[in-house]
């Protein structure tokens, strides 16, 4: 009994003995015997095998079936061949939603994540008091609802009674149309998406800066680098992986963006000035209810995405190896 | 009979009916109705129950527009038993928008016939005769004197060139065109489509339109100074500008309206655009019940005068449409028998055929139209093109002949 | 001995206190419009010049929240399916990651492990569509289940657990208790869960924050007013014509408290989870 325990552990000798022909036989007995032997092992992590398979497998099998039908939930399919994908690339909706995601994540990306950086910095700093307190004022955003937050926004930005131009009128700047003209309602989504995610990077950049090591600060220091030029020789250059992943999740997160748009700017007015990729997904699934076209739609941009996210990890990494040797 | 009845509206229309609960419980006391004014996004999440089978409303309010959209799913409840027999009762076009199939799904509640509001005092100080103005061509030419007497301040109509195809919409009405043709293949490619652009583009060129989007913050300011001297829109358009116009001590605010110009003189001077519809669910667990109160709402003569008085809801019912107490001069247009003047021949309108993708079709036209307006008018025919766009993106086949029909025109 | 400071520091720690206090004031304003805006009736809202405190400030929108909408309702409708999505996935992120990080021997092992970090790729989007159709054909349109099922083990949350015990749970002590007889699902329960508290905490609050806060899935899947949860009552009352700004003001911050109040107590816990959310590249 005991034996037949011990042979279970994780540090158990590989003792899968080596087939040929004439043990087939046997292999299939061992074969058979070890699965039986791990059963808790399938058992403990079947549950998620199970739900991936309804709520994920399926569903990506059955979206790449609709983005070749006609459909919108209701009535019978129609098979339309290619003619979802021609009609995408000839999408001029499709095409400003993506202008829209390129310009709001060019508008917030850059500050947010050099204001994430220089907390961090800061944050990090050995003299520096009340720590928790800054902390927790930058990141208390990410804790709140979307959805609250985006309402206290439109207040916030109303062009006529709202706190930020009456603040703009004290110190004699024009009003700004903040959510009602198309020039502007960029920038507000860009606002309040910098105010909700600096907190969210910046504790990203915190473990990042955390994980280099001190030796190589004090090499650099007794090499007589002031503290500006041991930020931008030493921890820019290790930080590049933390920032790649950021820059990368901040992408993601404008081109599927969605409760800051729907409520902020009522799903990416005015006009279709603040509608991202995400926005026009929805509004193409839930709003017309082009369950086919959105499909295309959805597959094409995530396979653009994946292609490019590899691409440029490839890239990277054959870079850094440049760099090492 | 007896139960709730859930009903989700807007604004209004939800007001109004709300109006007229009271007046429907003494009628059927066990039935009660919650009318529920529904906040954001009602008519997703109403496809959203639709598409689910679950949270519908017992009884929804739909544009008259997009119902034949709706009623395409097959989930609302066929009324053809019970409504059937009220169909010479409705005008045919808005009716039609109710039937798929000789079936009915829908009863039409409110009507949006067509006129022009204008504003006294600017047609009294460069002494335009409105009575004079019985086609668009007058139209015009009253607009442009309107223009050149105030040195270009007052415009005769707004017109945002990215809301074009409201105005396309009356003028392919009275011209007699159609976006789809009997069978829902598209039509669009017509001559009345030219005809109907060729006025659009008439009045451009006279410089008499205002591009401001349609009820954005400029466009309600015209209502109120004399940057424009008409409107040109339907019934229901009279609640907003009342709204916004204050009327003086004798409820005369200086407004008046005649009735639509025709393309040609003697040629059809009405039009219809908007309106609602109410359908039911078929998910509906009181349908006796929900029918009961559309009955009592939209097919009596007492529920639809009731929602007239109350809230100003033209009413689709033809009986109640054409009832003497209709006929009431009303003092914010200076006493003017207004409602007679709005529905004058409206059952003389050919219906435009609406199909389950009409709203997106208007879409598409609305695009062509603005694409048009922003790249200098030219005469080339805009609708060969949007005819094909059409056919691809609702994938349905162009109507025969029709663009023949408009090569012949053009020679 | 003290270090000397020069004034150059001095100047510069003195800005850095300004920049900082500049930048608390910016953070916090919202939460602060939001708490004083909830005191004030609809034409306090809208004075101009704004009033910084309500004067005089009023109830009255918490009474009528409370009469007027579900909020009470949905509060508990959240409370509900955020407890119940917190509970299940931990439970089965834990018992799977605990799976994948000691039994390595067991076949197919690393493929499956494989399978289930690739699927972090697979962005919500595509599968949006046929989940909620999905939820349509098991008749779970509508239920708490709708929202609590689907986002009950994600691949993360297994990521997370196995990393932390793989390194914090030795073999030993799972080996000493197979000797003692205990069960497979006993070693988990009794030696491993206790053992991984600290890792359960940060991946409890991670998922409470996403499953308090979600809108979209919820708006989609949840049909009717008894059972929607906070967002999308607040959502809802956002109509498109005469915004009730006090009433939402006050279910705002009703719904936002729970959370700030949560972080304010067990702040290190809460940056420890999002820190989690870190080791995920």
Redesign the interface.
């Known amino acids: 009994m005991?034996e037949n325990?011990?042979q279970?552990?994780?540090?158990?000798p590989?003792t899968a003995p080596k087939t040929n022909g004439l043990t087939r036989g046997v292999r299939h007995a061992n074969?058979f015997s070890?699965?039986v032997r791990?059963r808790?092992?399938?058992l403990?992590?079947s549950?998620?095998f199970l739900?991936?398979a309804?709520?994920?497998l399926?569903?990506?099998l059955?979206?790449f079936c609709?983005s070749f039908v006609?459909w919108?939930?209701?009535?019978a399919m129609?098979w339309?061949g290619l003619?979802n994908f021609r009609?995408m690339l000839g999408d001029e909706m499709l095409g400003t939603a993506l202008w829209n995601t390129l310009i709001i994540g060019l508008l917030y990306i850059p500050p947010m994540l050099v204001m994430a950086f220089l907390?961090a910095q800061?944050l990090n700093a050995k003299?520096?008091q009340l720590k928790?307190?800054?902390?927790?004022?930058?990141?208390?955003?990410?804790?709140?609802?979307?959805?609250?937050?985006s309402?206290?926004?439109s207040?916030?930005f109303?062009s006529e009674?709202g706190?930020l131009n009456?603040v703009l009128s004290v110190i004699h700047i024009l009003p700004v149309p903040w959510l009602?003209s198309e020039q502007w309602s960029k920038t507000s989504i860009a606002i309040l998406v910098i105010?909700r995610w600096?907190?969210?990077n910046m504790?990203?950049m915190?473990?990042?800066l955390q994980g280099i090591p001190v030796e190589t600060y004090e090499a650099a220091a007794i090499d007589g680098a002031n503290s500006f030029q041991r930020m931008m020789n030493v921890t820019v250059p290790l930080m590049m992986?933390?920032f790649r992943?950021c820059i990368l999740l901040s992408l993601?997160g404008t081109m599927?963006m969605?409760?800051e748009i729907?409520?902020l700017t009522?799903g990416g007015g005015p006009?279709t000035s603040s509608l991202n990729v995400?926005m026009y997904?929805?509004d193409l699934?839930?709003?017309?209810?082009k369950?086919g076209y959105?499909?295309c739609v959805?597959?094409t941009?995530?396979a653009v995405?994946?292609i490019v996210t590899l691409a440029v990890n490839r890239l990277n990494r054959s870079q850094e190896k440049e760099f090492v040797s | 009979m007896a139960g709730h009845v859930t009903v989700w509206s807007w604004n209004i229309a939800a007001e109004s009916l709300n109006s007229i609960r009271p007046r429907f419980e003494a009628h059927d006391p066990k039935v009660h109705v919650i009318v529920d004014m529904t906040g954001a996004q009602m008519q997703m999440r109403l496809m959203l129950s639709i598409v689910a089978g679950v949270g519908a409303p017992d009884v929804s309010q739909l544009q008259n527009t997009d119902a034949p959209y709706y009623i395409a799913t097959g989930r609302l409840t066929d009324l053809t038993s019970v409504a059937g027999k009220y169909r010479a009762e409705f005008p045919a076009a808005v009716w039609n928008s109710c039937v798929l199939n000789g079936h009915v799904y829908a009863v039409p509640w409110d009507i949006g016939p067509c006129a022009i509001y204008y504003k006294r005092s600017i047609f009294r100080r460069y002494g335009i005769d409105p009575n004079q103005i019985d086609t668009w061509d007058r139209y015009i030419s009253a607009g442009s004197e309107i223009l050149a007497k105030s040195g270009g301040r007052t415009k005769m109509l707004p017109m945002g060139s990215n809301d074009l195809s409201t105005l396309f919409g009356i003028l392919l009405q009275q011209s007699g065109g159609q976006i789809f043709d009997g069978q829902g293949r598209i039509a669009i490619d017509s001559p009345q489509s030219l005809e109907a652009l060729d006025v659009l583009r008439k009045m451009r060129m006279a410089g008499i339109t205002s591009d401001v989007p349609t009820y954005s913050q400029e466009w309600m300011a015209g209502l109120t100074d004399d940057s424009v001297a008409t409107y040109p829109g339907a019934a229901w358009l009279s609640g907003m500008i009342k709204d916004s116009v204050t009327a003086g001590k004798d409820g005369n605010a200086d407004w008046g309206v005649f009735r639509l110009p025709a393309i040609e003189p003697g040629g059809l001077r009405v039009a219809n655009v908007g309106g609602s519809v109410l359908v039911i669910p078929a998910q509906c667990r009181n349908k006796p019940a929900a029918w009961a109160f559309i009955e009592y709402a939209l097919c009596s003569r007492e529920g639809q005068l009731a929602q007239y008085r109350g809230s100003g809801i033209f009413p689709a019912l033809l009986p109640a449409l054409h009832d003497p107490s209709m006929d009431v001069s009303d003092p914010f247009f200076d006493g003017q028998m207004v409602s007679n003047l709005f529905t004058t021949d409206i059952t003389k309108i050919t219906p435009l055929n609406k199909t389950a993708t009409w709203t997106e079709a208007n879409g598409y036209l609305n695009e062509a139209l603005s694409h048009w307006a922003a790249t200098g008018m030219t005469k080339e025919d805009i609708f060969k093109p949007l005819a094909q766009t059409m056919s691809r993106r609702l994938m349905v086949d162009l109507a025969p002949g029709v663009s023949n029909v408009s090569g012949a025109a053009v020679k | 001995m003290i270090a000397h400071k020069s004034p150059m520091i001095n100047v510069g720690r003195f800005s850095v206190y300004a920049f900082l206090a500049g930048l608390a004031v910016v953070f916090l304003f919202p939460f602060y419009w939001l708490v004083t805006s909830a005191f004030k009736t609809q034409a306090q809202i809208f004075h101009m010049p704004p009033q910084w405190l309500p004067s005089p400030p009023t109830l009255q929108n918490f009474v009528n929240v409370y009469h007027h909408t579900t909020l009470a309702r949905a509060f508990l409708n959240s409370v509900i399916t955020t407890g119940g999505s917190v509970g299940l996935s931990l439970f089965l992120c834990s018992l799977a990651g605990y799976a994948f990080a000691k039994y390595t021997l067991a076949p197919g092992h690393k493929n499956l492990y494989g399978f289930v970090l690739s699927t972090m790729m697979i962005p919500g989007a595509v599968t949006l569509i046929p989940a909620f159709l999905v939820m349509v054909y098991l008749h779970m349109i509508d239920t708490y289940a709708a929202v609590i099922v689907p986002g009950a083990v994600g691949a993360f949350g297994i990521f997370w657990m196995r990393q932390y015990i793989a390194s914090n749970v030795p073999d030993d002590l799972i080996n000493a208790a197979r000797i003692d007889g205990c069960s497979e699902f006993d070693i988990y329960w009794r030696i491993v869960v206790p053992i991984i508290k600290p890792a359960l905490a940060a991946l409890g609050i991670m998922q409470l924050i996403g499953s308090w806060n979600n809108l979209m899935w919820a708006f989609l899947v949840l049909r009717t007013p008894d059972m929607y949860t906070l967002p999308v009552v607040i959502y809802l009352l956002n109509g498109e014509i005469r915004t009730p700004y006090g009433m939402l003001m006050a279910g705002g911050l009703l719904s936002t408290l729970p959370l700030v109040l949560g972080f304010l107590l067990f702040q290190k816990q809460f940056i420890g989870g999002i820190t989690a959310g870190a080791v995920k590249q």
């Not at chain 1, 928790?132 to 937050?149: N, Q, S």
């Open positions: 005991i325990k011990r279970e552990l994780a540090v158990e590989n074969w070890r699965y791990y808790h092992f399938y403990f992590i549950p998620f739900l991936f309804v709520f994920g399926f569903p990506l059955f979206s609709l006609n919108n939930g209701l009535t129609r339309v003619q009609l907390l800061l003299w520096l928790a307190f800054w902390r927790a004022a930058v990141f208390l955003p990410c804790v709140t609802p979307m959805v609250v937050i309402i206290v926004f207040l916030i109303s009674k706190i009456y009602t105010w600096t907190g969210y504790i990203l915190t473990a990042g992986p933390t992943f993601l599927y969605f409760d729907f409520v009522n006009g995400g997904l929805f699934a839930f709003q017309d209810f369950f959105a499909s959805a597959y941009i995530a995405v994946l």
